[in-house]
């Protein structure tokens, strides 16, 4: 077959794919085909109460994850999978924060609620995980030990927190006890460690199985490590051998291969999949079909990637209630990570990133060559936050001892007040 054929192979398998996932809602799940003797085949994951027939997942990210790109990505992977929202602070449920509770909306589209909540204080957590199961109709709740973020781990919070392990063997309990008799899945999200020299995430993964959460998910980074360098796969496989409950592993899964390879290498019972969705939703229709022994990479021609942008504006539009240019802000982000890679030239890019209407978006999407195909490796690569922090920013005294003084105590929970806002 010549390279001009392959290319309109290539276009056409890609524009059926992103045009079912765009203008359909899910399916209903099916089971997977067995495979052909000898390929990979990915087993249910269970977590608790909750089972998911193709163990993916989207982690939640700040500003990205809110139910019009959950959605999305629930569309492409079939109507499989578990798609998290973006993370929700306790002391903001607690207070009635307007925005957190706007964060806690889900679409009837979506198959599963599943959540992330954050907190230091384990009475805070508590109550707001309550608040959760009062409010809201969620399968899942997931608890954030993973954000690497100064003004998360300065708070003793985020990948700080398990440092201190009988806070977060505190945080854990509290959270499942709030979730007693009801049929809601409980993780804990966890890093390798503070840094190469004070790692936690055995022992952490371990307090997390006692105190009876349903499945630990590993970012197989250290929190002064961030986003950059490679994840140390290694330290998925360790954690799996050394837990009875199912192990998650996330980090650097940038395509479908990735995906049954870390599983391959890691015995992990799901993955994870962050950065590498930004933009590329359809990513989820390729890990789906790498767990049932396919393997593809899609690479649209750039009129089905305006198709999803406009699909995608469409949706935060009624996120937003309506309000346009809010929703346009929001999209930002996204705009450039959907036309990376694609040679539309600066002006074209700038213009787009300045819209402030739907017609006026729409138009300028309008004005791109729809034939455009884009660099392969820049559409697959890394994207979103990247590089190493210079310094971990704890509290003072924080790797003194795995247990938290009084004084700390008082000190932590009082800052855990500043989380209401956002």
Known sequence: MSQPEKSELRKERNRQTLLKASIAPSPAPKEPAAPPEGEFSARPLRLGPLTLGVP?????????????????CQRYGGGEGMYVAEMITSRALIAGNEKAFQLLSFSPEEKIHSLQLYGVNPKAVQLAAKIVLDKVKVDHIGLNFGCPVPKITRRGGGSALPWKYDLFAKVVGAARK?????????????????????????????????????????????????????????????????????????????????????????????????????????????????????????????????????????????????????????????????????????????????????????????????????DEEAVTSTRGRSGFQKKVHLPYGWLDSHSLTEKEEEVLFGLDVLDASY
């Open 178 to 374: 709030a979730c007693e008799g009801a049929p809601v899945a409980l993780t804990a999200k966890i890093r390798i460690g503070i840094d190469e020299e004070h790692k936690t995430y055995l022992e952490a993964g371990r307090i997390a199985e006692e105190e009876g959460a349903d499945g630990v998910i590993l970012h197989a980074r250290t929190c002064a490590q961030y986003y950059g360098g490679h994840s140390e796969w290694e330290a998925i496989r360790e954690l799996k051998r050394s837990l009875s409950i199912p192990v998650i592993g996330n980090g650097d899964v940038f395509s479908g291969q990735d995906a049954v390879d870390m599983m391959r290498e890691t015995g992990c019972d799901g993955v994870a999949v962050g950065r590498g969705s930004q933009g590329r939703p359809w990513l989820f229709s390729d890990i789906a079909a790498a767990f049932k022994g396919e393997n593809r990479v899609t690479v649209p021609p750039l009129g089905e990637v305006v198709s999803c942008i406009k699909e995608h504006f469409s949706m935060m539009v009624k996120f937003m209630d309506g309000d346009e240019e809010r929703a346009v802000r929001a999209m930002r982000s996204h705009f450039g990570w959907y036309l990376r890679g694609y040679p539309i030239g600066g002006e074209a890019r700038s213009a787009i990133m300045q819209s402030g209407s739907r017609s006026e978006l729409f138009a300028l999407l309008g004005n791109l060559d729809s034939d455009l195909e884009p």
């Open 56 to 72: 993916m997942l989207l982690s939640p990210m700040a500003g990205v994850t809110n139910w019009p790109f959950r959605v999305l």
